[in-house]
């Protein structure tokens, strides 16, 4: 996936205030060893390699263009290495992940994975968006559904990488609940939050998708790409046609610990 560094910087600071939310529930650790699953251009590993000053941190991402940009922040305890989440190993005292996971299907699967390279007295902290219900994204599938792009999309639409019935690979916050305590987590926690985000207009808030949602349709659009966005651009606009334009993003918090 061609992901951009310099598009998804633009909310650099909207889009750390979770991360920060999701840190403040395991920073009474001290962990030895901490991956950061999805960790795109790395600031926020490279936050994560200050606050726990013993640890060995990983940054793991799939994206060789995002990883170019982490690797400038590499350093002795900080590394940074190309491989896919649902294909992580190794042990960690800390498994976190920021507003990555929603990329990877099938959460009932993905999180005993996850747990398995979780260390005895260590801590699992996840933060996914949850606003696949907004308009923002139903006019994305919306105009994935109209000629000409329905054709070349193949009838691809990012839900349809969802179970059945939902927008996204993304589970209620009862589910992760009940999935860590399945798991035999303790001290769980689990909750949604809205993180309100102020844009002048309607072009703010294509901005900011063109930094996540719209990736995956652009890349599979080809030469429809630019026509795809205007039509979508068009759609954001008759929706949000004053300013400025208030973007209620709700995203979801889990955190579990394994018992040492
Ligand atoms: C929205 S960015 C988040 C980056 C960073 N964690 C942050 O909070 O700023 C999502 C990142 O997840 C990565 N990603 C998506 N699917 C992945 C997968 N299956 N395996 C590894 N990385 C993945 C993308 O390359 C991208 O860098």
Not at 109 to 120: E, F, I, K, S
Not at 141 to 149: H, L, M, N, R
Request: glycine share 8%.
């Amino acid at each position: 996936m061609p992901w951009n560094p310099d598009t998804y910087a633009r909310f650099r600071e909207e889009r750390a205030a979770p991360f920060h939310d999701l840190l403040a529930h395991v920073r009474d650790l001290t962990p030895r060893r901490v991956i950061d699953l999805g960790c795109g251009s790395g600031e926020l590993t490279a936050h994560l390699a200050r606050v726990f000053e013993h640890a060995e941190v990983t940054g793991l991402d799939s994206s060789p263009e995002m990883l170019a940009r982490a690797r400038e922040h590499a350093g002795e305890r900080l590394t940074f290495r190309e491989d896919r989440i649902e294909d992580v190993d190794g042990e960690y005292d800390l498994v976190l992940s920021n507003a990555a996971l929603q990329w990877v299907p099938n959460h009932h699967a993905l999180l005993p994975r996850l747990w398995t390279r979780v260390a005895p007295g260590g801590a699992l902290a996840v933060q996914v968006p949850s606003n696949f219900d907004h308009p923002t994204h139903r006019l994305l599938a919306e105009t994935a559904s109209e000629a000409p792009f329905a054709d070349v999309l193949g009838g691809w639409t990012r839900s349809g990488t969802a179970p059945v019935g939902r927008q996204s690979p993304v589970l209620g916050i009862d589910e992760y609940a009940e999935l860590l305590f399945g798991l035999g987590a303790a001290d769980i926690t689990a909750y949604e939050k809205v993180y309100p985000a102020v844009m002048a207009d309607a072009d703010g808030l294509l901005a900011w998708v063109s930094g996540t949602a719209l990736v995956p349709y652009l890349e599979r659009l080809g030469e429809h790409a630019d026509a795809f966005r205007e039509a979508y651009r068009e759609k954001l606009w008759r929706r949000w046609p004053g300013r400025p334009v208030f973007y209620a993003f709700k995203r979801t918090l889990f955190v579990g610990r394994k018992v040492g």
